[in-house]
């Protein structure tokens, strides 16, 4: 029979074993937690690095559709200002060596939607595309187009084109340039497979409609895949932006992750298989379960850590990638003074972003300015106007419109030559500015054509004042080219009474101006958009606005039928 002694060791044996069994479950579930938390954190990470990536994957896309719209663009100005027709669009294409590289194809269609031009091929088999969505919405809109994905008619490959419309000097559309991306092409490819980060996974594109744009599996594209057979497509399609780890993917669990393109309504997604994603969690949890105590919860929380010190600097540059596309910051932010991988990335990206805005810069002043004079060409005034109106129509202010050209000029270039006609033009523009307030907008229409907009004008009475402080300008002699000129200009100004329209308000100007001229050049006339009373004439005398002259009925009717008030 046990002794008593004996079943006390026994029970402190026991009550041992069960303060040991307590502990090791009690590290053990410490850790657990632990590793759990950090598992949970590491999924977060993971999925903010897949946007971040994304991120940098969607500027990149929208960036190149741009620099692809743009080149067309090129080619369309060029095309508008060497006054080219339809006979001349072959020519143009292969005279731009850049479009074979950035497409497959360029071809260009007349207003009925017949191929007059290919750059690759001049043989391939007449198609018409009139009836072809892209085609009728650039003929509507006049502007560059993205097309949807589709099948080439011509090589039966799946296809995204750009549109650019070619205008002539009259303004009508005479041609569709058409420059195609071959989605199967391995430049295409290759290039957004280059925009993946990890090896794991695989990235995809789809439109809005769920038309699959790009996918490993060749196959899909141009699919509408339904989301039981595919998953990872339905859920990139549930917002702008965000993650998903709850989808099986081809029967496999996987964390999908989207970004929307800002200028193309694509979205860039990427499917990672959460067993890549947590295999080095597996060794973890085996030395963990080993594990016992303290050691374990140390361990774990040490571990935590340090993903989280690791991460933080692409966190930090996820954050500036999401500040500068939520516009809350600038490209600055990526110019930081670390010394790690993430630094040099985004010093890398700051270079690569400083330089593109720079180049848009370059293009846009290059592309509203006028190179001779220095002021806004015909294409930023065609812009400024409609939104000056606008903001007259939101404050009910008025807005004043002074059309004027230089007297006589074609006499100063044929009897000077054109150097001194265009120090004569440089000089004109830089005394109108000097003319006018900080808020009026000064242009170049054409030749010696100069328009200003005049913004918050208080009546008639201010609309005077200007006319004459232009003339006023222009009183001193012009010295250009070692001659001495005395150059003066007509000023017709229309002052906006209501609400109207670019082309009113710019005819009304143009009446006015026709009636000085009619009156003998040198002044200014003040009219109304709408008016009924002829416009008076004041004309300038020793450089300053002289009495009102009205305008004689043989003047009026051989120059024009101006209306307005003075």
């Given at each position: 029979?046990?002794?008593?002694?004996?079943?006390?060791?026994?029970?402190?044996?026991?009550?041992?074993?069960?303060?040991?069994?307590?502990?090791?479950?009690?590290?053990?579930?410490?850790?657990?937690?632990?590793?759990?938390?950090?598992?949970?954190?590491?999924q977060?990470?993971?999925?903010?690095?897949?946007?971040?990536?994304?991120?940098?994957?969607?500027?990149?896309?929208?960036?190149?559709?741009?620099?692809?719209q743009?080149?067309?663009?090129?080619?369309?100005?060029?095309?508008l200002?060497?006054?080219?027709?339809?006979?001349?669009?072959?020519?143009?294409?292969?005279?731009?060596?850049?479009?074979?590289?950035?497409?497959?194809?360029?071809?260009?269609?007349?207003?009925?939607?017949?191929?007059?031009?290919?750059?690759?091929?001049?043989?391939?088999?007449?198609?018409?595309?009139?009836?072809?969505?892209?085609?009728?919405?650039?003929?509507?809109?006049?502007?560059?187009?993205?097309?949807?994905?589709?099948?080439?008619?011509?090589?039966?490959?799946?296809?995204?084109?750009?549109?650019?419309?070619?205008?002539?000097?009259?303004?009508?559309?005479?041609?569709?340039?058409?420059?195609?991306?071959?989605?199967?092409?391995?430049?295409?490819?290759?290039q957004?497979?280059?925009?993946?980060?990890?090896?794991?996974?695989?990235?995809?594109?789809?439109?809005?409609e769920?038309?699959?744009?790009?996918?490993?599996?060749?196959?899909?594209?141009?699919?509408?895949?339904?989301?039981?057979?595919?998953?990872?497509?339905?859920?990139?399609?549930?917002?702008?932006?965000?993650?998903?780890?709850?989808?099986?993917?081809?029967k496999?669990?996987?964390?999908?992750?989207?970004?929307?393109?800002?200028?193309?309504?694509?979205?860039?997604?990427?499917?990672?298989?959460?067993?890549?994603?947590?295999?080095?969690?597996?060794?973890?949890?085996?030395?963990?379960?080993?594990?016992a105590?303290?050691?374990?919860?140390?361990?774990?929380?040490?571990?935590?850590?340090?993903?989280?010190?690791?991460?933080?600097?692409?966190?930090?540059?996820?954050?500036?990638?999401?500040?500068?596309d939520?516009?809350?910051?600038?490209?600055s932010?990526?110019?930081?003074?670390?010394?790690?991988?993430?630094?040099?990335?985004?010093?890398?990206?700051?270079?690569?972003?400083?330089?593109?805005?720079?180049?848009?810069?370059?293009?846009?002043?290059?592309?509203?300015?006028?190179?001779?004079?220095?002021?806004?060409?015909?294409?930023?005034?065609?812009?400024?106007?409609?939104?000056?109106?606008?903001?007259?129509?939101?404050?009910?202010?008025?807005?004043?419109?002074?059309?004027?050209?230089?007297?006589?000029?074609?006499?100063?270039?044929?009897?000077?030559?054109?150097?001194?006609?265009?120090?004569?033009?440089?000089?004109?523009?830089?005394?109108?500015?000097?003319?006018?307030?900080?808020?009026?907008?000064?242009?170049?229409?054409?030749?010696?054509?100069?328009?200003?907009?005049?913004?918050?004008?208080?009546?008639?009475?201010e609309?005077?004042?200007?006319?004459?402080?232009?003339?006023?300008?222009?009183?001193?002699?012009?010295?250009?080219?070692?001659?001495?000129?005395?150059?003066?200009?007509?000023?017709?100004?229309?002052?906006?009474?209501?609400?109207?329209?670019?082309?009113?308000?710019?005819?009304?100007?143009d009446?006015a101006?026709?009636?000085?001229?009619?009156?003998?050049?040198?002044?200014?006339?003040?009219?109304?958009?709408?008016?009924?009373?002829?416009?008076?004439?004041?004309?300038?005398?020793?450089?300053?606005?002289?009495?009102?002259?009205?305008?004689?009925?043989?003047?009026?009717?051989?120059?024009?039928?101006?209306?307005?008030?003075?």
């Amino acid at each position: 029979m046990p002794s008593a002694a004996s079943h006390f060791t026994s029970f402190k044996f026991k009550v041992s074993a069960l303060v040991a069994a307590m502990v090791l479950i009690a590290a053990v579930g410490v850790c657990g937690i632990s590793l759990l938390i950090a598992e949970a954190q590491i999924q977060r990470m993971i999925a903010r690095q897949e946007i971040s990536a994304l991120s940098g994957a969607a500027a990149y896309l929208d960036s190149d559709l741009r620099a692809r719209q743009e080149l067309l663009r090129s080619v369309a100005e060029e095309a508008l200002s060497r006054n080219l027709g339809p006979a001349d669009v072959q020519a143009l294409l292969e005279s731009h060596t850049t479009l074979r590289d950035g497409f497959v194809n360029v071809a260009a269609f007349d207003a009925r939607g017949d191929r007059v031009a290919s750059l690759r091929n001049r043989n391939d088999k007449m198609i018409n595309v009139s009836a072809r969505p892209y085609f009728q919405e650039t003929l509507r809109s006049r502007e560059s187009v993205i097309t949807a994905p589709f099948r080439s008619a011509l090589s039966g490959r799946p296809v995204v084109s750009v549109t650019q419309p070619l205008i002539d000097a009259r303004g009508d559309v005479y041609a569709i340039l058409v420059g195609g991306m071959d989605l199967l092409r391995p430049a295409f490819a290759a290039q957004i497979e280059a925009l993946r980060t990890r090896e794991q996974g695989y990235l995809f594109i789809v439109d809005t409609e769920g038309t699959v744009v790009h996918h490993p599996q060749k196959d899909l594209i141009l699919t509408r895949p339904s989301a039981d057979e595919r998953p990872a497509i339905a859920a990139a399609m549930e917002g702008a932006e965000g993650w998903r780890a709850d989808i099986l993917d081809q029967k496999e669990p996987s964390l999908v992750a989207w970004k929307r393109l800002r200028h193309v309504d694509w979205t860039v997604a990427v499917s990672y298989p959460l067993a890549d994603a947590f295999a080095p969690m597996a060794s973890v949890w085996f030395n963990a379960l080993g594990a016992a105590g303290l050691f374990t919860v140390m361990a774990g929380v040490f571990g935590w850590g340090l993903v989280k010190v690791l991460m933080e600097p692409l966190d930090q540059l996820q954050r500036s990638v999401e500040g500068i596309d939520a516009g809350a910051t600038d490209i600055s932010a990526f110019n930081v003074d670390n010394q790690d991988e993430f630094g040099v990335l985004s010093r890398a990206l700051y270079r690569l972003s400083h330089t593109r805005k720079q180049a848009a810069d370059d293009l846009h002043r290059m592309a509203t300015t006028d190179v001779l004079t220095g002021t806004h060409n015909r294409r930023m005034f065609d812009q400024f106007l409609p939104a000056a109106l606008a903001r007259a129509r939101r404050s009910g202010d008025s807005v004043a419109v002074a059309f004027l050209d230089i007297d006589r000029f074609k006499s100063i270039n044929d009897t000077h030559g054109h150097a001194v006609g265009d120090a004569v033009l440089v000089e004109f523009a830089r005394r109108l500015q000097g003319a006018v307030r900080c808020t009026d907008t000064v242009a170049r229409l054409a030749g010696d054509e100069f328009v200003i907009v005049y913004e918050q004008v208080r009546g008639f009475d201010e609309a005077h004042q200007l006319g004459g402080k232009i003339l006023a300008a222009m009183a001193e002699p012009f010295r250009a080219g070692g001659a001495t000129l005395c150059v003066t200009a007509s000023i017709g100004i229309s002052v906006t009474r209501h609400h109207t329209s670019a082309e009113a308000i710019m005819q009304s100007a143009d009446y006015a101006l026709y009636g000085v001229k009619a009156a003998g050049r040198n002044g200014y006339a003040v009219t109304a958009v709408g008016a009924e009373r002829l416009a008076i004439v004041h004309a300038n005398g020793a450089g300053h606005p002289g009495p009102p002259h009205a305008m004689s009925e043989p003047a009026r009717a051989k120059e024009s039928p101006l209306q307005g008030a003075g």
